[in-house]
């Protein structure tokens, strides 16, 4: 089973940057696409950045860019570099990872989220 952490996320002011990083640990084969999706209270799960990994990214349109993923496969970490952060952005981060086991079959693991408030 693979154990996903975020790290990262704070208080920042708007306009400012932060840097989410997301590393997975425990027992797999490989690991597939990797993601980042954030949730406000009372709201869905929503997908923010995705990337294969082959480094193909996908991003909301609400922070395209903005925002940036990218993936260090070799350390099996997962980046989200935010820029130009809005008020609107506040959420708590969630990281998403699809992976194969290492006896067979492909599963998802979600990390614990961390917060990020951008406020004044």
């Known amino acids: 089973q693979v154990q996903l952490m975020e790290s990262g996320g704070g208080l920042v002011q708007p306009g400012g940057s932060l840097r989410l990083s997301c590393a997975a640990s425990?027992?797999?084969?490989?690991?597939?696409?990797m993601g980042w999706y954030r949730q406000a209270p009372g709201k869905q799960r929503d997908m923010v950045a995705t990337i294969t990994r082959g480094g193909t990214t996908n991003y909301a349109d609400s922070v395209k860019g903005r925002f940036t993923i990218s993936r260090d496969n070799a350390k099996n970490m997962v980046y989200l570099q935010m820029n130009s952060l809005k008020p609107e952005d506040t959420d708590v981060y969630y990281c998403?990872?699809?992976?194969?086991?290492?006896?067979?079959?492909?599963?998802?693991?979600w990390g614990q989220g961390t917060p990020v408030t951008v406020s004044s």
């Open positions: 998403n990872a699809r992976y194969s086991r290492m006896y067979g079959g492909t599963v998802d693991a």
């Open positions: 425990g027992s797999f084969f490989n690991l597939y696409a």
